[in-house]
T-cell receptor
Framework: GAVVSQHPSWVICKSGTSVKIECRSLDFQATTMFWYRQFPKQSLMLMATSNEGSKATYEQGVEKDKFLINHASLTLSTLTVTSAHPEDSSFYIC??????????FGPGTRLTVL | RKEVEQDPGPFNVPEGATVAFNCTYSNSASQSFFWYRQDCRKEPKLLMSVYSSGNEDGRFTAQLNRASQYISLLIRDSKLSDSATYLCVVNLMDSSYKLIFGSGTRLLVRP
């Protein structure tokens, strides 16, 4: 199956700093990538849909100025959590959609904001 | 009302048991249905798609009832390695191709 990587796999940062998470499709081109967030004992919640070369579409309640998404190429999308606060601590997972729109998930990034 | 609802469990069963999970979805326009498995602190992995006619993959059987907007997953002869959270997922198959996840049902298989 297709492989999607995320970097870093975990990050600890101080409150107020910004954190960038990378999502890469390693062996296929992904026109669309998705960013999810998962809090403990809850399900994945879609944050935004990212299309290569265009602005991301954010889900209701997700602040676009706080969660900056850049999808500059067909194999890379980045999510930047700006001015992170403890309530942003979560498991962030990306997925990349291939030709048949099947989504392949990255291994996730665990963010802890102190 | 949640778009996809599941019993959170946990279901605690002995090895070899048969266990069934249920899921309901609210949007009748949903077109594609899946069961994903998620291990603790890991990403979800596709277990199987769910088709209207029902489908089986080894010990796993999935069924869909569009009229009732109900999806099920049956696991026979449970193994210790089946312990995980099982996520019911639907896709509207509109232009966005968004997946909507249920909150998951946790399964614990004991020796």
């Amino acid at each position: 199956g297709a492989v999607v990587s995320q970097h870093p796999s975990w990050v600890i940062c101080k409150s107020g700093t910004s954190v960038k998470i990378e999502c890469r499709s390693l062996d296929f081109q992904a026109t669309t990538m998705f960013w999810y967030r998962q809090f403990p004992k809850q399900s994945l919640m879609l944050m935004a849909t990212s299309n290569e070369g265009s602005k991301a579409t954010y889900e209701q309640g997700v602040e676009k100025d706080k969660f900056l998404i850049n999808h500059a190429s067909l194999t890379l999308s980045t999510l930047t959590v700006t001015s992170a606060h403890p309530e942003d601590s979560s498991f962030y997972i990306c997925s990349a959609a291939g030709d048949r729109n099947e989504q392949f998930f990255g291994p996730g990034t665990r963010l802890t904001v102190l | 009302r949640k778009e996809v609802e599941q019993d959170p469990g946990p279901f605690n069963v002995p090895e070899g048991a048969t266990v069934a999970f249920n899921c309901t979805y609210s949007n009748s326009a949903s077109q594609s249905f899946f069961w994903y498995r998620q291990d603790c602190r890991k990403e979800p992995k596709l277990l199987m798609s769910v088709y209207s006619s029902g489908n089986e993959d080894g010990r796993f059987t999935a069924q869909l009832n569009r009229a009732s907007q109900y999806i099920s997953l049956l696991i026979r002869d449970s193994k210790l390695s089946d312990s995980a959270t099982y996520l019911c997922v639907v896709n509207l198959m509109d232009s966005s191709y968004k997946l909507i996840f249920g909150s998951g049902t946790r399964l614990l298989v004991r020796p």
